[in-house]
């Protein structure tokens, strides 16, 4: 997970917490109270937001990989 830890290095501390919670949320398929949406011209990618922060992930059966984390720009959807 050094990846992870590189993506989470962009936020503050109080964003970190924050994100962490969304993580093990979007880890533990626990999606009930999640702001996600499915990307439109992908399969399986969908972006969980909060607040500002979006984290664009891939769901595949039970497993899920993370493919950014961003603050919401121009850029955000981009990968």
């Known amino acids: 997970m050094p990846v992870l ?3 989470l290095s962009r936020f503050n501390r109080e964003e970190k917490v924050v994100l962490e919670v969304l993580i093990e949320k979007i880890a533990s ?3 009930h109270d999640l702001d996600i949406k499915k990307l439109q011209g ?3 990618v969908f972006r969980a937001r909060k607040g500002k922060i979006r984290i664009i ?3 595949h059966e039970t ?3 993370i493919i950014n984390i961003d603050r919401r720009n121009d ?3 981009r990968f």
């Open 29 to 31: 398929l626990n999606w």
């Open 57 to 59: 992930f891939y769901k």
């Open 42 to 44: 992908y399969h399986d």
């Open 5 to 7: 830890k590189k993506l």
């Open 75 to 77: 850029k955000t959807y």
């Open 63 to 65: 497993k899920v990989s």
